[in-house]
């Protein structure tokens, strides 16, 4: 049974839908030693989040944006506006997504399906590095 | 102390929203041997997701159909449309709702409230048999 | 090595988005003896939720509402409209934002980001007070 916790700064990314698997599986390396657990992945921040989907096609990704702009569109009655016309509707993004991914852990690796990968989705136009707190726990 | 892991393969079900809780559950027998606990359940997917809602009435599952091809049309400016006019927007919703449940586990059973239940959400027309994969862990 | 769970009782708030994280952070004294571990915050209800957002300015959780009111309306094709023109919406809403947050405990504290609070969403006119289970494990 063990515990163990890392932080990782993921690198600056544009606004939009980025994979980030190997970013965040390469900087776990007691993943290995798990036979069984889970691993808790958080972004400490309210204008990017995470969530899961297709890992092969960039078209995904794009079509999440598209998506994203148009049900939370910048051009609404928001009120919060002093940062920005991108910042109110970034929080609203990040919390559809939510701010983390809670994932299985078998025989040393995580244990998605054949087609999912960990996307990190940047809402604001320029979200600098964004601060992974990753927790593993298991056997 | 103990963790355990299941598959569940969940039976073949049409487009739209189901409650699986009675699946779930039943494939679950050490639930009982655990005092206090988490279970979490992941779906192996990126076009059908899991949510907790009302467990009585249909009708509540039915609205949450009509809501999501509203909210994630099929008739939108998606660039990833070779997989058939139902594949984009189940990445979309299936990330609104999320591919994971962790659920609290107290003296043997789901700590659910009275009226919440596990939905499979179903986005593709035809999306087969999904793969759960159940982590449970507690004292 | 240690589990435990804890039952609170949120106060009843009206309809819309507020942040509760010193009602929730106050009710876990064991926080403070966990170096590592992980806070499994449920609420046992399908017409509220909770997310995690912006802990400053108040306009942010009024433009969530607003935002919420325009995406999921009252006045839309719902067929479950016996418990109030309220009730439908606040089932998807919540599972939009979901029943449960996952937080990670870092030296007794929750690790948030500067910026991050706890919010409940009363996604109900009247929805009355709110029970949450909360489950800590860490070491």
Redesign the interface.
């Known amino acids: ?1 063990s ?3 890392h932080h990782i700064d993921l690198k600056p990314r544009p606004r939009g839908v980025h994979l980030v698997t190997h970013e965040v599986v390469g900087a776990l390396p007691e993943l290995r030693d798990l036979r ?3 691993a ?1 992945i ?5 204008s990017a989040s995470l ?4 890992n092969a ?1 960039p ?2 990704r ?3 944006e ?2 994203f702009d ?3 569109p910048e051009d ?5 506006t002093l940062e920005g016309a991108d910042d ?1 509707p970034a ?2 993004k ?11 852990i ?1 025989g040393g690796r995580l ?6 990968g960990i ?1 990190l989705c940047e809402h604001r136009d320029r979200g600098g590095s964004r ?1 992974l ?1 990753v ?1 593993l ?3």
Request: glycine letters at 6%; charged letters at 10%.
């Open positions: 049974m515990w163990s916790q069984i657990g889970l808790h958080f972004i400490r921040h309210t969530t899961l989907n297709e096609s078209d995904v794009r079509d999440f598209t998506w148009v049900a939370v609404f009655a928001w009120t919060h109110m929080h609203v990040a919390s559809l997504m939510g701010p983390s991914l809670t994932l299985p078998a244990a998605l399906g054949t087609w999912q996307y601060s707190l927790t726990n298991g056997e």
